[in-house]
């Protein structure tokens, strides 16, 4: 994944600091986040979202709204028309620089800032909204004990999430005359609607609100125990896979690379998800490949050892059903349970190694049939003519070169 910095003129004419996240190769589409009330680009949820959907061929920009962030202006002159007008610019700069966005995605108050500012982008073929409220005014609920002072004096100092803010009466009537119903109902885009159950922030009415306001094609999601903001890591993973797998439905297909398409190869990249998240194509078939948590990955696909104890174990059950058929042998089913540890050379009577520890793969295999013992006994000997058991007995050379990179 390729991340660069850019900057725009938002709205007001402040300058506007973004992030754009790129798939390593080519490019499918390109997508547009919009960030929570009072957050920024940076926020966790962000990050992987723009990650997961790089992983799959999309480029995300997000960015920070006036006043927010590192971007320029005073947040106290900001309010939701003009965070709506901040997206529509930051879509101009894609359309300008790359290519109009294909997916707006959005979280929280940005959700609703992108159903408001989806009418804006033609090219937008879907609208993804993460913890949204269905009416802008709600977030007026987050320093409801200042409103009165608000509307007294005109402006007053709030604290949100701990920190303070400058909120004028502007922002609140701002808001109070928004009728996003409306938008939704007119939005003639795909739609996937995304929220928890409990959600503490912004209730799960909202979601139902938006979902119903909304036409077809329109999708929900249960983020089922998330918070609000998706502190949680896993929860911010499932959100940002959710959105990554919803968005490729409404894209072209993602092209072979040049190395994709060479007969017999396997392409393995990181995708950015997590520490050690891998993306693994195998001509038209991906896989995925992670470490657990306890080494520091996210168990999101099966480790290296064990991708490689699934080649034994599935070459081993190809071998026994093409030597069964070949003998018209009463073969119903095959499986084979592959253990792999690494064990000290000296515990190893057969092993040629005297020092050390050694790799050990243990087969345990399940023949269902009426198969005599004789049968039986001779496919258990088969097992270990299958072409990946016998690999490692041979004589194994690996070749590294490094590719260039296109600039």
């Keep these: 994944m390729k991340s660069e910095k850019a900057t725009f003129a938002g709205a007001g004419g402040d300058a506007l600091v973004a992030r754009l996240e790129s798939p390593a190769g080519e490019i499918r589409a390109y997508a547009l986040f919009a960030h929570c009330f009072t957050c920024s680009k940076d926020i966790f949820a962000a990050s992987r979202i723009a990650a997961a959907l790089a992983s799959n061929g999309i480029a995300t920009l997000r960015f920070d709204f006036t006043g927010l962030g590192a971007s320029g202006g005073d947040f106290a002159n900001t309010n939701f028309s003009s965070n709506v007008g901040d997206l529509i ?17 959005g979280h929280s108050l940005g959700g609703a800032a992108v159903l408001a500012a989806a009418g804006a982008v033609e090219e937008a073929v879907g609208v993804a909204t993460i913890g949204a409220p269905s009416d802008p005014g709600h977030v007026a609920h987050l320093f409801e004990d200042d409103i009165a002072a608000i509307e007294r004096d005109g402006e007053a100092d709030v604290r949100i999430a701990g920190r303070p803010f400058r909120i004028r009466k502007q922002f609140l009537d701002d808001i109070q005359g928004q009728r996003l119903r409306d938008k939704v109902a007119g939005l003639r885009k795909a739609l996937l609607v995304m929220h928890a159950p409990l959600d503490r922030t912004v209730g799960i009415d909202n979601a139902a609100e938006i979902f119903q306001a909304a036409r077809h094609p329109k999708s929900f999601v249960s983020l089922d125990s998330a918070d609000h903001l998706l502190t949680r890591r896993e929860d911010a993973v499932y959100a ?3 959105v990554a ?20 190869a396997v392409v393995v990249a990181e995708n950015g998800i997590g520490r050690f998240g891998q993306d693994i194509a195998a001509g038209e078939h991906r896989l995925r490949a992670d470490e657990p948590a306890s080494v520091g990955g996210l168990d999101r696909g099966p480790t290296p050892y064990q991708l490689l104890s699934s080649a034994l174990g599935t070459c081993t059950t190809m071998t026994l059903r093409m030597y069964a058929q ?14 792999q540890q690494k064990i000290h050379a000296a515990d190893c009577a057969e092993c040629e ?19 005599d013992e004789e049968q039986r006994a001779r496919l258990l000997e088969i097992a270990d003519k299958c072409p990946v058991h016998r690999t ?11 590719r260039p990179v296109a600039e």
Excluded: C, N, Y
């Design 245 to 264: 797998a919803w968005a490729s439905r409404f894209l072209p297909p993602k092209r072979a690379s040049g190395a994709e398409a060479e007969a017999g």
């Design 240 to 242: 940002a896979e959710m």
């Design 353 to 371: 190694t005297a020092d050390g520890k050694i790799d050990s793969f243990e087969r345990e295999i399940e023949l269902v049939g009426p198969l």
């Design 326 to 339: 070949r003998k018209q042998w009463p073969l119903e089913r095959a499986a084979v349970t592959v253990r």
């Design 392 to 402: 490692p007995h041979g004589e194994v050379r690996v070749t590294t070169t490094l």
């Design 89 to 105: 610019a930051a879509a101009d700069w894609l359309r300008a620089e790359r290519e109009a966005p294909s997916i707006l995605i």
